[in-house]
Every structure is written in C-alpha cells, then in structure tokens.
C-alpha cells in the first residue's frame, strides 16, 4: 500500500499578524477536509493551541522556542504524534511563532510522507511597513516577506482604501511579486490558501541566535482578578512589550481573552469555555523588555 502524500502549509508573519484567527477560520470552513495543526507558540504558555481546540480536535502544541530553529527538531515528533493518532489526514498547517522564518519552517517540516504546501504569509495592513522600517526587527519582518507563496494582508479594516493601495505596492515589491489577498478576520477561502504548492522546497538554514534577541514573560495565578485591575495593568504595560496573550479569571466568575499587539488590546468575553486559573504570557526584545517590571505591575 503506498501513503499518499500530505501537503504541509506554514502560515507566518510577526507577532500578533492575525495568524490564530486564520487559522481558525480555516478550520471552522474545512469542509470535510481532515486538517492537523501544529502551534509553535514562542512563550512557554500553549495560549493559541487552546484557542484553537475549540474549532479541531487535531491540534499540536510546540511551545518553549521558535519552530525555525530551537524547536526545529521537536517538530518531526509532532508530525508523527499527528499522523499517528489520525491516519487519515488530508493536510497539515503549521502556525510558526511570529519571530520565525516560514521557509525555514517548511524545509524542516518537508520529509516523506509530507509535501510542500505553501508559505503563507500574513502582513497586518496597518504596522508592517513600520515594522519593516524597525532597527530592530526589520530584517525578521522582510525575510518573512521575501519567502511567501502567498501574501494576505490582514487588519485590513483598519485602513482606508488609499493606504491599502500604498501597502499592497510597497508588499508587491518586497515579496517579489508574491500573489496577494486582503483579508479582515481571518476570512479568506480554505481552498485559497491550502491549495498554494510552494516552490521553494528542501531545508533552509535557520539565522543563527535570531531567538536569543527575544524574552517571555509569563505569568499564571489561581486567585480571580479583578476586572480594574487587568484594566490597569494593561494600562502600565511598557512599550517594550511587542505581544501580550493569554486568559484572565475574572472575580465576577467570567473568563476573558486579553490580546496586546503593540499599543492596541482587547479584552474578549470567552463564552466558550470558563478557565479557572489565569495565564498571559508576554515577548519582547531582550534589549527593551524588563520580566522583572511586569512581574511588578502584574494582577495581584
Ligand atoms: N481589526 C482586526 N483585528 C484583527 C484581524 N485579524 C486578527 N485581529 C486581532 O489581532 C490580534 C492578534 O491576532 P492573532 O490571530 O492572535 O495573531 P497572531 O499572533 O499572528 O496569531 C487579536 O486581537 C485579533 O482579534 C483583522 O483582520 N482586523
Ligand atoms: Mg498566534
Ligand atoms: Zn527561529
């Protein structure tokens, strides 16, 4: 009996691009398809494999590096942990944490009975040209650019049409003329990006140490918070503070999903499920990010 070969897809872009809300998007529209999923979250807290067992049994957690190069190795266990306890999967996508290089993701992800599906990169509409310009993070957020099968332009909402127009040049010439799809919460065709085939394919090596320049910072609490106080630590939090995830117990017996990209937060009801412990895990720039300073101004 010969296996059929599973088209693995990477779906990338920097922190807090909107890659879990695709994903689960996709896997809400996977129309019969059978779809196991690897989460590389950056920080030693699983927060979007959670988000993402809700809509798919099939999930896979690699937290505690990026799949690029710390975890690289520890993804081909998680493709066996997968194909083992589902024999009959159509397709695999791999959420890359958002410092990763996709590319270098596929490679390691490309041995029998895996094929290369597509790099998918998401660029939020409204911070990727800044980020791009960053001393600090610029070259991460190009080289993930540089290496899509497929743009999407996430946040999309968030910008006039004028600017739109601006960022999908700049994005067209950067990607070296990757196609290009605009998207607002997560709400693109499954068929659209699973049907990319890569065409670059074998292993790339990873930027050595590009890891070492990045912090987590987590934290967990078995005791409600009360809902000013997540206000207000959300309120001090530094700017050093790139992304910020996570689930907070509230005292009024309500649970909430809190996310920071940047300067922006939100604080989501969670209807689904109650936690009864909170977790918020943080990442930063080693340089800018003081763990001692959050642990500080942290819900007591
Ligand atoms: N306005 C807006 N927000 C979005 C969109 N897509 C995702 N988000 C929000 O951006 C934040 C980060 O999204 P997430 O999917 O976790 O990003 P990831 O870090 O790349 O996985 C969340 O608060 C999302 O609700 C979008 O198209 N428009
Ligand atoms: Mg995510
Ligand atoms: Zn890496």
Redesign the pocket.
């Known amino acids: 009996m010969t296996v059929d070969s599973i088209p693995l897809t990477v779906i990338g ?10 994903l ?1 998007h996709l896997l809400r529209n996977a129309d019969g398809r059978r779809i196991g999923v690897i989460v590389n979250d950056f920080g030693s807290l699983a927060i ?1 494999a959670d ?1 993402l067992r809700d809509s798919s049994d099939g999930v896979i957690s690699l937290p505690n590096g990026c799949v690029c190069c710390t975890v690289g190795a520890g993804l081909h266990e998680a493709l066996r942990a997968l194909t083992e306890s589902q024999d009959d999967l159509d397709h695999i996508v791999i ?1 890359a944490s ?1 410092v990763a290089d996709p590319v270098v993701a596929a490679g390691w992800g490309t041995v029998p009975p895996f094929e290369p599906g597509g790099v998918i990169v ?1 660029a939020a509409a409204e911070s990727i040209r800044s980020h791009a310009r960053d001393k600090y993070i610029g070259g991460e957020v190009a080289r993930q650019l540089q290496g899509a099968d497929l743009v999407l332009v ?5 910008c006039d049409p004028e600017e739109l127009e601006a960022v999908g040049r700049w994005l067209d010439e950067i990607s070296g003329g990757a196609p290009r799809v605009a ?4 709400d693109v065709s499954t068929d659209v990006v699973l049907g990319v085939r890569s065409e670059n394919q074998g292993a790339t090596a990873p930027t050595s140490g590009h890891t070492d320049r990045y912090l987590t910072w987590s934290w967990t609490s078995s005791r409600p918070v009360a809902s000013a106080a997540l206000q207000s630590f959300l309120e001090a939090l530094p700017s050093g503070v790139l ?1 910020l ?1 996570g689930f907070v117990a509230l005292d009024d017996g309500s649970s909430v999903l809190v ?1 920071v ?1 940047g300067r ?1 937060s ?1 604080i ?1 009801p969670l209807r689904e499920r109650l936690e009864t412990d909170s977790r918020l895990v943080a990442i930063g720039l080693e340089e800018l990010l003081d763990p001692a300073g959050l642990d500080r101004i942290a819900p007591s």
Do not use: C, H
Request: hydrophobic residues 30%; aromatic residues 4%; glycine residues 16%.
């Open positions: 872009g920097y922190l807090g691009a909107g890659k879990t809300t695709l689960n979007d988000l959420e958002g998401l996430t946040k999309s909402d968030l998207v607002t919460d997560g992304r995830k996310q990209v922006t939100a989501t």
